[in-house]
């Protein structure tokens, strides 16, 4: 008899559901007391250092120590501490430990306890016959020493026994243990794979890196962009490495990525409906890797038309990167009836066999889930029956997209036996209901969280007791990311969604599809996301994500009370009334007992408190402005569509939203944010606060448009706005308030904006005096002194002016530090991060070292905001981020040829000036010049993209400008013709 740690006290699928005192399951707590035991009387020093471990003590293993040490490893790998918490005292922390080492670890603290042991995070996992057995097992692993890596890869798919090392992948495999070998050199590697929908991409990497590559890397972790921005994935890869040692050997694997080709140009989708350029994601590789230190990637392309060629990398990454394009083909008929054969089907013949691989197209994940559903069936007479009835009597056409597939898996299922007597259809359990279920989660969720739901809603065809790792598994696109972490494929998610959408719309309606048992699921998922919200007080990236789940939860329960006009929970009125004790009570109590509007509440209160009050600037500290305008749309657009009547709250979404584009560099959808504001009618009179919302709006319009160069269009925006913004400007008095009023306010934007538009246009001594009303204008208030954008313009236009004596640098730079000292009276601490106005100004600041000859002093000032973390790791605003390259740009090249002039220089200086040497064409700083103009063509900002060419200009002579502008596609304006 096999005795595993998993046999006491667990429930059907293997799980320990709670501790038992058994003899069985204290075979493992026997085995760790002797393994602690061990390690307390070895020399720590005397062992070989673990891979992915050094510098970690292991001297101490004392029970409380060994306790407080499980709680920091699973701290590093989860948000919350789950199995290990903090007791607080001495004895409690005491008694939690020795409960493990008397009857052994659950299934949550098993992995935990591993990692702390030095063995693999799966160790306990496997079947021991005694506590001798696993204390060998344990020695052999610490034996195994460098050759063993120590952690294990996050995120990857969980592979089955038969697939390790699978003879029909090995074409795939060689090419993949060529970029591993790349991999582990100084530079980083990368790998674009690269193949059809369902190809098996995900699972192909997964395969290998069980097989070998788990071998070659000390760290390796996925991460899925199907359901991020590239924000976030800049934070995923920023989180999953920084806390391995720049010695490691680290893979990344970015799966999910859906390619597009628009002409020459190559584009990636991403979440929201939303398209990103090709060069974004090499942008946040190189970030990371100045960061981080180098890793090798490999980049999971979904292109069922437009295929990668290697070239599209070498025109986005460092030229000393090793780089390696390859496509994952179909299997071949052959190769995939042994993909079956192996799979278990060995009781059909070979000729049926290659039948089923022909119609399913030789889709590995097609005919995985075949071979499941085959292997379940009693006798031959059935399998043959089954595959008579798939075929008929002629050969059907190939089934190779995954919307036919689950038509047709669905279709055989509907009406499937499964479990009871023969011939009885039992409504519980049925595949479809799982299906369904995974599809209306926002993300990855665990079996836990399935059961918690199914225990307190009541799913048709489902109870918790049939939610097993094992029924899960056993159905097609749905993957395990994690141990017992499972997430549905997205075409997959997006049919059953779909099949929701159209079941509750039909005159028949799905009597397992009823809106009262989806609005539960919903609330229940949003309840247990709202209960891990409600002890934050700030929102950390990790924080954003979940807070993102919470507010779809919210509005797709919503979304589900239905629109007639005799139900009561249908809010139509303006749900402006506070949320009261007795509404969180309700909420919490059990669904359906608030109305919509009231829900929209729910959700936004959390928004408001972590995201919109003005000193959460967890998105803006953190570079997350996409996700911040993702969950911001669907509370609009919910309100909006489901006529929850919040107008005043919706219009400053509405604004932030746009802001928040604006930020993210996606000028477009800032503007079709603010087409939105139309749709929202605000009532009562037109007094100051309805000025307030109207100059909002052309504020921000005015600064997209202004980033995009619609000159004209903004010209014809801001003339209705500036005959009253003048007669309002008049009325500042120096004895008024301190605080600048809304009018004053409202007529200071549109007076910048203008001012700004009139310095771009030619229009200097027009741009003058709209500075000079809006400087009047703020002296009477505090601060008394042009702040913000307007400030920064009016820099600008004295620097650009060419007359840079003495008087107009010193007129500049004192401006500038009264903006930074203001904004620095607003940190708390001198450690907290700069805010991006201040990067802005301190860009600005190191502008005017060098215009006025302190090209020294200007890199020491630009070094040290390099080192700052928001401008290390990206995460300023898209503007701000390109004006700082520019800068840096300039003060590079200034520093080059004042060494070049003094090179040059003979031994006796004469007042003679020499013209500065051209650069050639191929160094490094001009291709990063290029790169950032072509960044800047991309998102559309022609102003930066014009500055980023003329700096090229100046760069360059002759033939090599003529080049560069048959390369680049110029604005009007930019003049490549040596003058």
């Known amino acids: 008899m096999i005795i595993t740690g998993r046999i006491s006290g667990a429930d059907s699928g293997g799980n320990l559901t709670s501790r038992s005192s058994t003899n069985l399951a204290g075979i493992l707590g026997e085995a760790i007391v002797r393994m602690l035991a061990m390690l307390r009387e070895k020399d720590t020093a005397s062992r070989a250092p673990q891979r992915g471990q050094r510098g970690r003590k292991r001297s101490?293993?004392?029970?409380?120590?060994?306790y407080a040490y499980c709680g920091r490893l699973e701290a590093e790998r989860n948000e919350e501490r789950t199995a290990f918490p903090e007791k607080g005292t001495e004895e409690a922390e005491r008694n939690a430990i020795r409960a493990i080492l008397r009857v052994g670890p659950n299934a949550s603290e098993e992995p935990i306890i591993a990692i702390a042991l030095d063995l693999p995070e799966d160790f306990f996992r496997q079947s021991f016959t005694s506590s001798d057995n696993c204390v060998a097992a344990a020695q052999a692993y610490w034996n195994a020493g460098s050759t063993r890596p120590i952690r294990r890869p996050r995120k990857f798919l969980r592979i089955d026994g038969t697939d390790h090392n699978p003879p029909y992948r090995k074409d795939d495999f060689k090419v993949l243990a060529q970029f591993a070998q790349f991999g582990q050199y100084a530079d980083p590697a990368v790998l674009a794979l690269q193949g059809q929908t369902s190809i098996g991409k995900s699972y192909l990497v997964s395969q290998w890196l069980w097989s070998e590559g788990i071998g070659q890397f000390d760290v390796a972790v996925a991460v899925d962009c199907q359901n991020f921005s590239f924000d976030q994935v800049a934070d995923s890869i920023r989180s999953s490495f920084q806390h391995s040692l720049r010695g490691d050997r680290r893979l990344l694997f970015l799966d999910g990525l859906r390619l597009e080709r628009e002409g020459s140009a190559l584009l990636f989708r991403i979440p929201g409906g939303q398209r990103a350029a090709f060069a974004e994601l090499f942008e946040i590789l190189k970030t990371a890797w100045l960061e981080l230190g180098s890793f090798a990637v490999i980049v999971g392309v979904e292109n069922n038309a437009s295929p990668i060629v290697r070239q599209d990398l070498l025109n986005v990454l460092p030229l000393n990167a090793p780089v390696l394009v390859h496509r994952v083909e179909a299997l071949s008929p052959d190769d995939a009836a042994q993909f079956l054969y192996d799979r278990g089907v060995n009781r059909i013949s070979l000729g049926d066999r290659l039948r089923v691989a022909r119609h399913y197209g030789g889709l590995p994940t097609f005919l995985a889930a075949v071979a499941r559903e085959i292997n379940q069936m009693a006798s031959v007479a059935e399998r043959e029956a089954f595959v008579a009835q798939l075929f008929g009597e002629r050969m059907p056409s190939a089934v190779t997209k995954p919307l036919q597939f689950l038509d047709e898996w669905l279709q055989r299922h509907e009406e499937q036996c499964v479990g009871g007597m023969p011939g009885r259809v039992r409504r519980a359990a049925h595949p479809k209901a799982f299906l369904r279920l995974l599809a209306l989660m926002s993300g990855p969720i665990s079996i836990g969280e399935l059961r918690e739901i199914a225990r307190r809603v009541k799913i048709e065809r489902i109870s918790d007791h049939d939610i097993e790792s094992a029924q899960l598994r056993g159905l097609p696109f749905v993957n395990e990311v994690e141990n017992d972490v499972y997430i549905l494929h997205p075409a997959a998610k997006q049919y059953f969604r779909d099949d929701i959408a159209k079941a509750l719309e039909a005159q028949d309606p799905d009597p397992f599809c009823s809106r009262e048992e989806l609005e539960a699921i919903h609330w229940r998922a949003a309840h247990t996301r709202l209960r891990a919200l409600r002890n934050s007080i700030e929102a950390n990236p990790g924080r954003v994500r979940l807070i993102e789940a919470f507010v779809y939860h919210v509005c797709e329960q919503i979304a589900l009370i239905p629109n007639e006009a005799t139900n009561s929970r249908r809010s139509r009125t303006r749900a402006s009334q506070p949320l009261t004790p007795a509404n969180w009570t309700e909420f919490d109590h059990a669904p359906g007992l608030l109305t919509s509007g009231k829900l929209w509440q729910v959700a936004f209160h959390e928004v408001d408190r972590l995201l919109l009050e003005p000193k959460k600037t967890a998105t803006r500290v953190y570079g997350q402005f996409e996700?911040?305008?993702?969950?911001?749309?669907?509370?609009?657009?919910?309100?909006?569509?489901?006529?929850?009547?919040?107008?005043?709250?919706?219009?400053?979404?509405?604004?932030?939203?746009?802001?928040?584009?604006?930020?993210?560099?996606?000028?477009?959808?800032?503007?079709?944010?603010?087409?939105?504001?139309?749709?929202?009618?605000?009532?009562?009179?037109?007094?100051?606060?309805?000025?307030?919302?109207?100059?909002?709006?052309?504020?921000?319009?005015?600064?997209?448009?202004?980033?995009?160069?619609?000159?004209?269009?903004?010209?014809?925006?801001?003339?209705?706005?500036l005959e009253e913004a003048t007669s309002k400007a008049l009325l500042a008095k120096p004895d008024g308030p301190e605080i600048i009023p809304m009018d004053q306010r409202g007529a200071v934007k549109v007076l910048s904006r203008a001012a700004e538009l009139a310095v771009v246009s030619g229009q200097t001594a027009q741009g003058l005096?709209?500075?000079?009303?809006?400087?009047?204008?703020?002296?009477?208030?505090?601060?008394?002194?042009?702040?913000?954008?307007?400030?920064?313009?009016?820099?600008?236009?004295?620097?650009?002016?060419?007359?840079?004596?003495?008087?107009?640098?010193?007129?500049?730079?004192?401006?500038?530090?009264?903006?930074?000292?203001?904004?620095?009276?607003?940190?708390?601490?001198?450690?907290?991060?700069?805010?991006?106005?201040?990067?802005?100004?301190?860009?600005?600041?190191?502008?005017?070292?060098?215009i006025g000859g302190n090209v020294n002093i200007a890199g020491v000032r630009m070094g040290a905001l390099s080192r700052e973390r928001a401008v290390r790791r990206r995460e300023t605003n898209f503007p701000i981020q390109a004006e700082f390259d520019l800068e840096l740009a300039r003060i590079e090249i200034a520093i080059q040829r004042e060494a070049q002039r003094a090179d040059d220089e003979p031994p006796v200086k004469t007042p003679s000036r020499r013209r500065p040497k051209a650069l050639d064409v191929r160094s490094d700083l001009c291709n990063r010049i290029e790169r950032l103009a072509l960044r800047m063509e991309d998102h559309g900002h022609r102003l930066l993209q014009i500055d980023a060419l003329l700096l090229l200009c100046e760069l360059l002579e002759g033939e090599a400008r003529f080049d560069v502008a048959r390369r680049l596609r110029c604005p009007v304006g930019v003049n490549f013709d040596g003058r």
């Open 627 to 721: 996700a911040k305008a993702r969950i911001l749309k669907k509370l609009f657009d919910t309100a909006l569509g489901e006529g929850i009547s919040v107008a005043k709250v919706t219009v400053d979404i509405q604004a932030e939203m746009a802001i928040c584009w604006m930020h993210a560099g996606r000028l477009e959808l800032a503007l079709q944010a603010l087409k939105a504001y139309g749709t929202v009618r605000l009532k009562g009179k037109v007094d100051e606060t309805h000025w307030r919302y109207r100059t909002d709006r052309v504020n921000i319009e005015a600064t997209v448009r202004l980033r995009r160069g619609d000159l004209e269009t903004l010209k014809d925006l801001l003339a209705p706005f």
């Open 60 to 66: 101490d293993y004392s029970e409380r120590n060994f």
């Open 769 to 850: 005096l709209y500075f000079a009303q809006v400087a009047r204008t703020l002296a009477c208030y505090k601060p008394s002194f042009l702040n913000g954008l307007a400030a920064r313009a009016y820099v600008i236009m004295l620097v650009r002016q060419g007359k840079h004596t003495p008087a107009v640098i010193a007129e500049a730079s004192a401006l500038v530090q009264q903006n930074i000292e203001y904004l620095n009276r607003y940190r708390a601490d001198p450690d907290d991060p700069m805010s991006n106005e201040e990067i802005g100004f301190r860009v600005l600041e190191a502008a005017l070292d060098r």
